[in-house]
Structure formats: structure tokens, C-alpha cells
């Protein structure tokens, strides 16, 4: 039987990352990420998986990024009985990030069956709460750097990848063969994670192309200062519809900075997402124990900076309630990043309409999701049932992206120690994707190819 990689997700889209090796009559996925975006993209997580759950003998994550894991508790309502290989941060993260995903998937089927507008006969939530708890207790740790032995003889590595804290690429040695998977890539200049690894010496490298046809702008703090100032200055709101896991600590690290600075009034910063809050416990409890992905020269600021006095934190839904009629200038951090649901809609709906407040995106903000939409100037807005006029300031600032860019991504590859047998791009909108692999093979040689929808490739 030939060993093979079958692209079961993540191909000409950023989300639903799933890559199946099939090797000595076992089968290992690598992330079991959910599809995110349009409908058409939602619809293939109700899809039968390819293969039967109980088939899979492993599944492996490279962080905790829904896009990455949110289909997990699927496959074990499925029948996948486990283990889940993981990092400790990518474990306690994916509890936190998974909870939330069947949380608001309950709440969303729940609340269409309450107002007749679902586009289901009876909405039902993809998975619920108590498969995302059976599907905890499939989680094994695995350190960055630590060897460990996989069905089928298959050897892992868990490289650091610099993304988000936990993540990290995932490398499967079959024999003589290494078969390097990117993962998510960070970049070498977040302010509290180390940057990745580099790639290690490999037959097939799968990496991802989210920002393969595009170059981060250099941080423009000042353009980002001169936003919040001229929003308090009109007695507005800012708006910052965060992706909870990561970009929301990257973003609240600036915005303390910039305030210790004196760049940006003192405004009340309200964090308010649960899922965020959790997060950011998980984070905070990285800083203080010294955990390696955490560059040392960060961590004092970075405690003060995300410690409890610096931030409000809204736990509870009256929290988050009261926050609709702030009563002043403040600074509200919600999710979800995309504004595909969360929070934020609600907050949304009630500052979208006044012209003072400012709806901030610092993230990626993929087709079909009302992110992409006000990114893309819509005038108005579906929520719950109803339009809203957009009336506030829309925009958006890409310095805190925790993806590499194209350069970064050329430069992550060309770090490998020889050119592989092939590289397939996945991970990316067509055009990111296709300006990668062609980067790669003019610039580095590479044969690289954009991997197809449900295409398999052997790798023996
Ligand atoms: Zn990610």
C-alpha cells in the first residue's frame, strides 16, 4: 500500500484544514479544522466524512485556531475514538476555543428555531457541549521538540510556529521520509512569542498561504493612535471585533504601550468575550511561569500590560449588556474576529448606526462573514434577522496579523535544508496560493504545486 496525503480541506480557502496521511494501514489527520465563511463552506462540515471517524487511528493539531481544530467533536461524535496530539498551550487553548465553538453553535441553532428564520428544517447545532467534553479527554500532550511514536511507526515532532501560543508544525518521519506540515505561520516579529522554527530537512513539505500574495505594511501605530484619538475626541466607541485566541493579547500589548506612551487617552479598555477572557488567562499564566514560547525580554511588560488592573473585563452577559450604552469614549474588545457571530454582533448593531463610534478590523476577514463585508464598504448589515445601517467609521489596521507573509513565508521555506521532493501550498485563497507555489518554484526551486480539493498525492 502506498503512503499517500489526501487534502480534505484548507484548498483554495483559508479554513477547514484537514490533511489525512494514510501510512501502514493507518490513517493520521493532521488538524481537523472547521469551515468558516460562506454557506457553501459552512455546508461541507455537515458533510459525511470522507473516511468512517472510527477509521482514524490519530488526529494531530497544530493549534487551536477553530480553522485548525473546530471540527474535532465532530469526528468524535463520529466515532473517532482518539488520541488527539497536541502542546499543552494548544490543549488548554482548544478546550477554551472548542467550548465557545459548540456554545455559540447551540445558541445559534436555538436561537433560529426561536425566530423562524433558520434555513434548516429544524436547525440542529453541529456538535454540542458534551462532545466537545468527550473529545477533551482524547487530548495527549506533546511538547515542542519531544519525540513521539505514532501508529504505524510514524515519528512526531511538534516544531515551534511562532503563530499563536501552542502553535506548531507538525513533522511525520515514515521510515527515511519526513513530511514537514507548515501549520499556521507566525512571524518572527510578534512581541511575546518566539518566532517559528525552521522547516527541517523534508520529502514533502505542506505549507499554508493565507497572505501568499501579500506584504504585511509595516506597524502603523501612529495611524493606529490617531484613529482612537479621533473617535474619543468625537465621544465615539471603538469597536475591535478581536480573534480571541492571540491577536486580542497582541492588540491589547499595543494598545497599552501606546497608552504608556501617552499616544492615546486613558480610556477604559472593556475585554468583552468570555472565550478571550479564558484565553488570556491561559497566556497570562505562560508569562509568569516562563514558558519557552515566551520571548523572556517580553514577559515583565507583558504581565503589566495584560494584567488584570490594566483591563475591564466583561464576564457576564449584564456586562456585556451595559456595554451597548457605554455612557463615554472607551475601547471595547469582543469577538468573534470576523463578526460571524459573538458578542461583537450585538455591539455591532448598536454602534454601527451612529457615525461617531469607529468598528476597528485587525484581522483577516474571510469572504462572506459581515468582517469581510464592512472591510469591503457594505452600506448596511444582516444581524439577526434584520438590517442595520453602517454609519461608523470602518477601518482597518494589519499591523497585528500572527500570520507570515509572503516574503516571511518564501523566507520560512528557504530556511529548510534542501529543496524537498515537493511542496503543496494549501491554506489560501486561489490567488495567495497560486502566488506562493509560484514563488517558491521560481525563487527556491521548489517544485510546488497548489494542492485541489480532495486531491491525494503519495508520499513514499
Ligand atoms: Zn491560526
Partial sequence: MPSTITFMGA???????????????????VDAGLFQGIRELRRRNWAPFPVPPASLDAVVLSHAHLDHCGYLPRLVAGGFAGPVLATGGTARLAGIVLADSARLQEEDAAYAVARGYSKHAVPEPLYTQADVEATL????????GAPYLLPGDVRLMLRRAGHI???????????????????????GTHPLLRGPDPPPDSD??????????????????????ELIRGTAARGGVVLVPAFAVDRTEVFLLTLGRLREAGAIPDLPVHVDSPMALAALEVYREAISRGDPEIRPEAAA?????LGAAALHEAHSAEQSKALNDPGGPCIIVSASGMAAGGRVVHHLRHLLPDPRNTVLLV????VGT????????????????????????????DEFSVHADAEELIGWLGRAPRVPGATYVVHGEPDAAEALARAARTRLGHLAVVARTGERVRCD
Fill in 370 to 397: 459581515r468582517g469581510r463585508d464592512l472591510l469591503d464598504g457594505a452600506t448596511m448589515l444582516k444581524m439577526h434577522g434584520r438590517y442595520v445601517p453602517v454609519r461608523a467609521e470602518v477601518a482597518a489596521v
Fill in 301 to 305: 511588560s507583558a504581565a503589566r500590560l
Fill in 137 to 144: 479527554r482524547l487530548l495527549v500532550e506533546v511538547d515542542h
Fill in 165 to 187: 501560543l501552542g502553535s506548531c508544525s507538525v513533522v511525520l518521519g515514515l521510515g527515511e521520509r519526513t513530511l514537514t506540515f507548515s501549520g499556521d505561520l507566525g512571524r
Fill in 363 to 366: 484581522g483577516f476577514q474571510a
Fill in 204 to 225: 514533502v513539505i505542506v505549507v499554508e498561504s493565507t497572505y501568499g500574495d501579500r506584504k504585511h505594511p509595516p506597524a502603523d501605530e501612529a495611524h493606529l493612535a
Fill in 11 to 29: 484548498t483554495g480557502t483559508v479554513t477547514g484544514s484537514r490533511f489525512l496521511l494514510e501510512h501502514a494501514g493507518k490513517r493520521i489527520l
